[in-house]
């Protein structure tokens, strides 16, 4: 059984940082493309960032390139998201997911696995 689980969220004043962490279970993880999407109330599931398997690509919205960074630590199955300098409108849930394709990793479609998301509430 697959498992993904975010952690790391929480409530950050404007310009600060914080950085999530996803921990996967149950899959060969270096095999899978790791994303993180957000989506706030009333709004619709955004790409935020992903990693190839091997940690050798990234992709970013623009509206977070140069602010966010993922990563990704094969050997413990984990994938972070740094994210510096946030901005009110990054308040948001913020979930993981797997994708086991390198392609179309910016469409939520492509991806198999989801956590259950993490809070992240950005003070003005």
């Known amino acids: 059984q697959v498992q993904l689980v975010e952690s790391g969220g929480g409530l950050v004043q404007a310009g600060g940082s914080l950085r999530l962490s996803c921990a996967a279970s149950?899959?060969?993880?270096?095999?899978?493309?790791m994303g993180w999407f957000r989506q706030a109330p009333g709004k619709e599931r955004e790409f935020v960032a992903s990693i190839t398997g091997s940690g050798s690509a990234t992709y970013y919205a623009d509206s977070v390139r140069g602010r966010f960074t993922i990563s990704r630590d094969n050997a413990k199955n984990t994938v972070h998201l740094q994210m510096n300098s946030l901005k009110p409108e990054d308040t948001s849930v913020y979930s993981c997911?797997?994708?086991?394709?390198?392609?179309?990793?910016?469409?939520?479609?492509?991806?198999?696995?989801w956590g259950q998301g993490t809070q992240v509430t950005v003070s003005s």
């Open positions: 149950g899959l060969v993880f270096s095999s899978y493309t």
């Open positions: 997911a797997a994708s086991p394709s390198l392609y179309r990793t910016r469409a939520y479609d492509s991806y198999r696995y």
